[in-house]
C-alpha cells in the first residue's frame, strides 16, 4: 500500500467505526476485518468495522428503533453543534456497518438465529432498515460508547478520500459469533491490541495510523471493562492528525506534539509516525507505541 499526498479539495465524509471487544484468557482482544485488496478506501489493510453516515441512517424510522433517547445520545458525542437527528445516524451507522461487515447486530436480548434472519432478508433485497422494523428489533446503541473522533487532514496519508470518524466501543455478547462478509471484508481476527502492534511490526499485516494509534491505546487496557470506565469518564477526544515532511520523510503529528497546533495530548501513545520504508512508525521503534 503506498502514501498518497495528493490534497483532497472536498469536505470530510460522516463516518462511524466499531471497535469490538472481548475479554479473553489472555486479556483484552479487539476485533479486526481485512479490506478487501481492491477496495478504494484502505485496500489489504486491517481496520475496525465501519463506514460512511447513509442518508437513511438519520431518518425517523431507522433512529426509532435505537433503544436510547436521542438527546443522550447526543450529549454523549460531546459535540453540541452537532444535529440531534444526526447525532443518531451515527449511531446508527456504526451499529448497521457492523452488522453488514462483521456479522453482529449490537440488539437487546438478540440471538444468533434472529441475525441469520435479518442477513437472509437483507441478501433478499430489503434495505437494512426494512429488513429491522419486519423483524421488530431493537438497536442497542446503550451497548456502545463513543471513544475517539478522528478526521482525516486535507492531505491524507493512506487513501484520497477525507473522513470525519466517530469512534465507537462496544462488547460482543456472549453466543454472538464475528464472521467477515467475504465482499468488503475478506478476513476477520480477534487479537490482543499489542499483538496486533507486533504484527505489523514484523509486517505481516497493514494499518493505517488511526488504527495504529487506536490500538497502542487499547493495549494499555486489560479488559473491556477498563475501557469502558475510561470512554464513560472523558468526552471522545478530537484527533486531526498535521502531516509534514522533514528530510524527505512525511511525518504525522498528534495533539501534545511540537508540531501540532493543540499543546494538549489527546491520546496516550507517540505523538508523531514517520513513514518509512512503507509504513508508519514511531521515532522510538517498536517500544515507542507502549511509553
Known sequence: ?????????????????????????????VLLLRRHSESD???????????????????PELL?????ELGRLHSALGEPDLD????????????????EEAGILLAPGIAPAAIDALH?????????????AESQLRLAASAMLPWSRWITPRVPSMTNKRFDTRFFVAEVPAGLVARHDEREATESLWIAPRDALQRYWDR????????????????RHASVANVFAEASRRPPP??????????????????????????????PGPTRLAYRDGRFEPLGGFA????
Open 1 to 29: 500500500m503506498q502514501a498518497n499526498y495528493q490534497e483532497v479539495s472536498t469536505p470530510p465524509r460522516a463516518a462511524a467505526t466499531v471497535v469490538l471487544l472481548r475479554d479473553a484468557p489472555g486479556g483484552l482482544e
Open 41 to 59: 478506501v484502505l485496500g489489504g489493510a486491517f481496520v475496525f468495522p465501519g463506514g460512511k453516515l447513509d442518508r437513511e441512517d438519520s431518518e
Open 64 to 68: 426509532a428503533h435505537l433503544d436510547v
Open 84 to 99: 440531534v437527528d444526526a447525532a443518531g445516524g451515527l449511531f446508527v451507522a456504526a451499529l448497521r456497518e457492523t452488522f
Open 120 to 132: 437472509a432478508r437483507v441478501r433478499e433485497g430489503f434495505s437494512f432498515g426494512e429488513a429491522l
Open 204 to 219: 505481516e499485516i497493514v494499518f493505517a495510523p488511526p488504527q495504529i494509534q487506536s490500538l497502542a491505546h487499547l493495549a
Open 238 to 267: 478530537v484527533i486531526q492528525p498535521e502531516p509534514f515532511d522533514e528530510d524527505g520523510i512525511r511525518v504525522i503529528a498528534y495533539p501534545g506534539d511540537d508540531r501540532h497546533p493543540t499543546r494538549a495530548r489527546a491520546l
Open 288 to 291: 515507542a507505541f507502549f511509553d
